[in-house]
């Protein structure tokens, strides 16, 4: 069978290794079912998929919904017809993600009056949009955070004005509303036919396994609780606040397989866990992804003390509701939607700015005292005028993995074999990461409802540029095939409760922490404003794709350029 | 041929075959009681089976190795299918003693055939006292083994159904493995492998799908006949009646003995009622049934109750089925009452009508979805329903069966802000049972309980507020949407007693 030939040689690591396909790419129509399976889904799930569903069934009604590409790759054509005069405007926010609402929102916060957020899609919210049918709101992207392990800083600011924080208890910890944490039970996992609780493997682990996992994470807590000399923590939300010291920093130097093993960690379930953590929150595998941001996802949460922290919160529109909540701020009167900034021309006391509304079909042009760019660093690269001839050393270093997201709408949940349902549901053998539920946190929802699943597939090839083109070939019947080839095994009946599917592709959904980056020049570089009227806000200035980062960088920002037009507003970044 | 092999293959069908009668047995047993009767009557059956087995084998004149086989194949698909079949007979109350006795004398029959079969096949190689003695000392050893591996080891690890299919697959395989074994006494082995296979097959996927059968079964096994059974959206629904009345189950999970069912109710809704102020609006949860709105409409104040209960089908039944309504007192046709078949945290949570009196009356936390109904959340939304000087009553499980489970109901009241007060009253259906009285502060008896009450009387309602010392108030933790202890602490206490 071919199939062999395919896998690696197996040295004891998981089997999410095996089999790279980006270094033959193919067009969809190229490929059998079951190569196309092999190719995204990896070999285990691929066979559990082809043993199951040998017969044909109807597909899934959908489509693929994302258009950002079609108007995003304007840019790359060449000159846009530029209007000749326009709108003033004390700040142009360029881009409606988390990271330009978060800076809109401290606008907003200082009373600040004279500003506009532009965005480029006809929708909000960048890699954190949300979408709603008939049956409930859903995620289209980042779907939690969280919760804060204290009540100061500019996010539990925000969850403050949500609601959500409620109070801190009697040792100054922050309370957060129970319908928003993430209710149990909240993690499963599917292995060989079976679903079971949390997301560490536990059936059939062996004493090692145990033993190795409680040495990870004894570990973790260690590095959770150590602080520098300055109290600073060396792991700690946002990355801003984190140590600078060099005993800490040096993990950025090489990645997490190494540490793994550097380290003596060969249990094939904790590399599986920390694997799993490196694509859910990175996009990226082990051998990519530097030691020092995989540990910031296991220490930065929690204060090592071995107390419980109170999980994370969630809607069901993820962080859609973030979203809306910065929107319902700003002021719907000061968003632009399908505007698609595409100069920025920096002179000495403004910047000129050219836009195409894409709505009305025609040019806009903005003079701003200040501008805040809130897009992506390889975006920067084409839209600031004077970068476009000789680019700044830093563009290059910064690399963005693709992503695919689906929506699945179910006539109700299809049933399935263990544990039950959970908020998180994923695959052990798969190369996807499973799916969440988005009624999971609705106080509306009925147990045996309709509901929608959101499923996530990160392509986590070294070669972005490769695996992006390996996203943009597979059409939707690929799409449908891969997500109900992923979940039939684990689920009796899905196809017959399977009401429709969406599909949304991200081509440079999340920055890459390779090794080296987080802590490194390029990083440090971009964060420095250009001259004094254009400032910088974007998740990849933290060098990982969190709402946190994004939110921290767009309140500096907008503070950079409230102190730049002499409004004094006592910092919430303190 | 080596005759090890064959021994070990005689060691083996016997075991085979004492576990299917040792199944049929216990199943007998298990589903209609009497065990001293259904263990004589299997047992019996069983031998006599043997010896009709044992005679019939002399008709057999050709093709004895092949007929072994045959009867080995027939005995693991019958034998190894007997425990699902039956259970299905029992389920869909199809003929359960004609189907009891046939798969005896069926498995006890063909049982019967293999020794003399095998002694036949056998005869020339041994001398006559050698064989009776070897085959005859395998085949009770072989006995010895499945009557102490049943109870021991397979029963309370594969249970029933898996027992059966598993000893039927060993049956099949070793039906298989005679086909080589005895290979020179048989003109065509082909045919006799395809059928050998074809059970082994058949018994595999029965087996791999032992665990969905059984818990299937397991919910539709009661020791009444069923008189109603339904399945709705959300649960199981089944009505049996025997000889100490009528009983209704969800999910296999017994509600409400009619026997003693006003034990329950009475203790359930009379303590929180005659400590409220007023009781014009009523507030139930759950208790679709009926029967706590029945209670409630003895006081002639009540002016209005709301019952909400997600399933229609359940409401429809206590109206409808004729036993029931007579129970409740046709209360959910009462002018008063108002049926909502609503989820009740969708219910709290969407409207603002504020009520007097609230009964939480929902199956005990036994799933992540109950165990919702029992949060800090629910109770603040559940406060936010109550009038002023309202109060709630929660029906909290047994402070004895799970007793940390009870005293995390009272913790997440008192969590959520309110003052509580437990009690516990012995329902002998299901035991001691326990019930928390919650409100904004603290509630002293208000007015005398209604008439014509068979349970509570002025004089021991008090006794119902002291805990013995096995049952009395213990640390637990607070149950939240986003721990859900509850669920664990409920299916491990409930374990220890099952």
Redesign the interface.
Known sequence: MELKGDRKVSTGETELEASHPASHPRTSGDLSRRELLVSFLGVAAAEAACLRSRRTREAVPGAIVDRAFETGHLLRQGPLELASDGQKVDVLVVGGGASGLSAGWRLAGAGFEDFLVCELDDDLGGTARSGKNSVTSFPWGAHYIPAPLRSQGPVPRLLGEMGVLEGADGAGRPRYAEQVLVAEPEERVFYKGSWYEGLYLRVGATPQDLAELARFEKAMEELAAARDGRGRKAFDVPSARCSDDSEWTALDRISIAEWLDRERYRSPRLRWLVEYACRDDHGCTADQLSAWAAVWYFAARQEGDGRRNEGYLSWPEGNGKLIQQMAKAVGSHRIAKSCLVHTIEPRADRCIVHAFDAIAGAPRRFTARQVIFAGPRFVAGRVIAPWRESPPAFLSEFQYGPWVVANLTLRQPPRSRGFPLAWDNVLYESRSLGYVVATHQSAKALPDGPTVWTWYYPLTGADVRAERARALSATYSDWEELVMSDLIPAHQGLAAVAERLEVMRFGHAMIRPRPGFIWGKARRDAQQSLGRNLHFAHTDLGGMALFEEANWFGVRAAERALAELGYLSPSWLA | MRRPLLFITVFAIATCGLVYELVVGTLASYLLGDSVFQFSTVIGVYLFALGIGSFVSRYIESGVAARFVDAELAVALIGGASAPILFLTFTRSGPFHFALYATVVAVGTLVGLEIPLLLRILKDRLRFKDLVSQVLTFDYLGALLASLLFPIVLVPRLGLVRTSLAFGLLNALVGLWSTWLLKTEMTSVRPLRVRAFAVAGILLAAFASG??LTQYYEEQIYADEVVHAESS??QRIAVTRGRRGFALFLNGSLQFASADEYRYHEALVHPAMIRARSIARVLILGGGDGLAAREVLRYAEVKSITLVD?DPAITALAGKVGELAELNRNSLRDPRMRVVNE?A??FL??GDERFDVAIADFPDPN???L??LY???FY?LLQRRLAEDGIAVIQSTSPLFARRAFWCVDATLRAAGFWTEPYHAHVPSFGEWGYILAARGAREPFRELPLGLRFLTETTLATLFEFPADMSRIDAEVN?????VL?RYYEDEWKRWN
Not at chain 2, 480 to 484: A, G, I, K, P, S
Request: no cysteine; hydrophobic share 30%.
């Open positions: 665990d969905r959206a959300y997600i989820d945290m969708r949570a969407e799933n992540f979805s165990g919702k949060t800090t959340h603040r939240r949407l986003n721990n859900q669920v």
